[in-house]
């Protein structure tokens, strides 16, 4: 078993930053690929950006070049540096942590942070 757990989030301006941070605790931290979602009133919950357990980044398009995932396999710890931070990035962002074995996929959410973007 994985626990989730996000921090980090808050209320900021437009054009401010904000530091997100997923700790995933209870298992093996390096093996697990690591996201994060956000999901927007109303709207589905998309793609943020993910990090394979190599390190191998993949963005959503709206968040290239201006959001950075990173991880930090000692602290057992994913990070997701926000800047250039517009209102259309508010929402409820998710951390998760998935792990295929043998192709059955064990996937674990934290509860969600809310991020606000506004002046």
């Known amino acids: 078993q994985v626990q989730v757990v996000e921090s980090g989030g808050g209320l900021v301006q437009p054009g401010g930053s904000l530091r997100l941070s997923c700790v995933a605790s209870?298992?093996?931290?390096?093996?697990?690929?690591m996201a994060w979602y956000r999901q927007a009133p109303g709207s589905e919950r998309e793609l943020v950006a993910t990090i394979s357990s190599g390190g191998f980044r993949v963005y959503g398009d709206s968040v290239k070049g201006r959001f950075t995932i990173s991880r930090d396999s000692a602290k057992n710890t994913v990070y997701l540096q926000m800047n250039s931070l517009k209102p259309e990035d508010t929402a409820v962002y998710h951390c998760n942590a998935r792990r295929v074995v043998s192709g059955m996929i064990s996937d674990y959410w934290g509860q969600g942070i809310q991020v606000t973007v506004s002046s």
């Open positions: 209870g298992s093996i931290f390096s093996t697990y690929a």
